[in-house]
């Protein structure tokens, strides 16, 4: 049976994961405006300290997954710092201008990270890449723990096709993690293609403006129900 893994943004996130029987967290921050950045070190040590494994989401900015020098930089000091306030996985990933898996820049991101107790999944990012089996292919030679996809579509429902033959090609050398747009009534055909696990935020949006300077759109939350209707769609 497929884990459940739940997208959170606080501590108070985490902790209804948890409840909901989650197995762990991605932790992101601005993920409604932007699919996520890279939280701040002291909301990761507040949700490292809920009981429940928490991943971090390491990316710099919003936009593509092509980095400069500079972003690169930036984010290996994020994973180090992430690994050193309590996360027990990290999430990220980075692009060729080719469309392909850049090994040297996922390299660089993991140096000194010791991956016997630090799990790593390669993100969305996956979902955008020209040759899907050589992505995989790649991703198991740098010992990617996961992979985070929607099979490349808009929504998980939609590339169910696209996630059994990842699974096929992937033969349990890395496990495949359906993500994208699920909702509980779509969780029994994402799991029936054999995913590893089944990721989604299960957030709803609370009305909240900032004002001129603070932003208008209010903020999202996870949302307990869901949460817990999530996880019980899996256990069927």
């Known amino acids: 049976m497929p884990v459940l893994e739940l997208a959170v943004q606080d501590a108070a996130g985490a ?44 990316r710099c900015r919003p936009g593509g997954f092509v980095y400069d020098a500079d972003e690169i930089a930036v984010m290996a000091r994020d994973v180090r710092a992430a690994v050193g306030a309590g996360a027990s996985g990290v999430v990220l990933g980075a692009l060729t201008s080719f469309g392909s898996v850049d090994s040297e820049t996922m390299a660089r991101l993991l140096d000194n990270v010791d991956r016997s107790v630090v799990e790593v999944t390669f993100h969305r ?84 403006s900032g004002g001129p300077g603070g932003g208008s759109g209010g903020y999202d939350t996870i949302d307990e129900a869901l949460a817990r209707a999530a996880a019980r769609a899996l256990e069927v």
């Open 15 to 58: 902790r209804i994961a948890r409840r909901a029987g989650a197995a762990r967290v991605e932790l992101c921050a601005a993920l409604g405006a932007t699919g996520g950045l890279t939280p701040s070190i002291g909301m990761i040590e507040a949700v490292a300290e809920q009981g429940i494994d928490v991943h971090p989401l390491v």
């Open 125 to 208: 990012a996956m979902d955008v890449v020209n040759y899907r089996a050589a992505a995989l292919d790649a991703l198991v030679g740098l010992g990617v723990t996961r992979v985070l996809t929607s099979g490349g579509a808009p929504r998980c429902i939609d590339g169910v096709q696209a996630l059994s033959g990842m699974v096929a090609h992937a033969c349990g050398r890395i496990q495949v993690m359906a993500g994208g747009g699920i909702r509980v009534e779509d969780i029994a055909a994402v799991a029936g293609t054999g995913v590893d696990a089944v990721h989604l935020s299960a957030r709803r949006n609370v009305a909240d």
